[in-house]
């Protein structure tokens, strides 16, 4: 337990020399990972492991996911992007996807926030309230 | 000794008593007719006293003591028989008494029996009443229930029925134009 604290710990560190201007370098990421391997230490793999788990996190919150029933129109797309900026960094990294399953409306997925106007979701709260 | 020898020895010494009036010639004569013996006479009456004395004193007396004492006995025995009637007759009021009191008792019992019977019979109605109407609140309850469940299942079905009906129908009556203002909606709501 103590090492896998101190593993953490050092991964923490490790990931924030990764950082720059608040985003991370994939760069840097590289070399620490490569850099942890050569050292061979004995919780390499634990401090890789809990590195790992930093670099999905940070990922996951400077990727956005946007779904909507019918292809956006070009304007669409970059004022949804100009928001999304505007509103997480300018390091989030935006991606449109189709689903005709979601009916109608959009969803956007950043993080842990999710904004749905989907008339999948409106017939979902609906079913609910039944 | 007999009624008839009675008789006859009243007659002979009325006879012998009434001699010397009419002369000792006559009498003699009749006793030597008789074959009387004056001196035998004479002594069988004193050996017949002297009989008579020691029977009195050596068997009447002890045959009336016995006689008393069997008399004695005898009233005793009525006495006793007198006090056991007595006895009896108290025995036999005692018994109808306690004839009397038994039957009383029974009919008491009898009654009280009766009474708790009836009082049995209306604790058990009631109990059974009181049951049946549990039950009934039971099924009531039950009742109501099932009614809640169904009627929110039928509610859920219809739902789902809607929900299903509405996304199909909602798919194919949407443009593109309704399309484009659901995602513009949706994106007015990521705001600072």
């Not at chain 2, 002297?50 to 005793?76: N, T």
Request: glycine share 6%.
């Amino acid at each position: 337990m103590i090492s896998n604290k101190q593993a953490k710990r050092d991964a923490k560190q490790l990931f924030r020399l990764c950082l720059v201007n608040s985003l991370l370098d994939e760069n840097r990421a590289r070399q620490v990972v490569q850099q942890v391997i050569a050292a061979g230490q004995r919780n390499s793999w634990a401090i890789l492991a809990a590195f790992l788990r930093l670099v999905r996190l940070d990922c996951t919150e400077h990727t956005a996911k946007v779904e909507s029933a019918a292809p956006l129109s070009a304007e669409l797309r970059a004022a949804t992007q100009a928001r999304l900026t505007s509103l997480y960094g300018p390091g989030l990294t935006t991606s449109f996807s189709d689903h005709p399953s979601l009916i109608g409306g959009m969803r956007i997925q950043v993080g842990s926030d999710v904004y749905d106007g989907t008339v999948q979701a409106g017939l979902a709260a609906l079913e609910k309230r039944f | 000794m007999t009624g008839d020898d009675c008789a006859n020895m009243t007659a002979f010494y009325a006879f012998i008593q009434a001699a010397p009036q009419n002369g000792g010639g006559q009498v003699a004569e009749i006793a030597r007719t008789f074959g009387v013996d004056w001196t035998h006479l004479g002594a069988q009456i004193i050996s017949f006293g002297i009989v008579c004395l020691v029977l009195y004193k050596f068997a009447y007396r002890r045959v009336l003591a016995m006689l008393e004492e069997r008399r004695q006995q005898i009233a005793q025995g009525l006495a006793n028989a007198e006090k056991i009637k007595v006895e009896l007759d108290r025995i036999e009021a005692q018994r109808q008494e306690v004839m009397a009191h038994a039957y009383a008792q029974a009919a008491k019992s009898v009654d009280e029996g009766h009474a708790a019977g009836a009082r049995v019979l209306e604790q058990e109605t009631r109990k059974a009443a009181a049951a049946a109407e549990q039950i009934m609140v039971k099924a009531h309850e039950a009742a109501a229930l099932d009614h809640d469940r169904m009627l929110a299942e039928l509610k859920r079905e219809v739902g789902r029925l809607v929900v299903q009906a509405t996304a199909r129908v909602t798919g194919k009556i949407l443009t593109p134009e309704d399309h484009r203002r659901l995602a513009e909606e949706t994106a007015k709501q990521v705001v600072m």
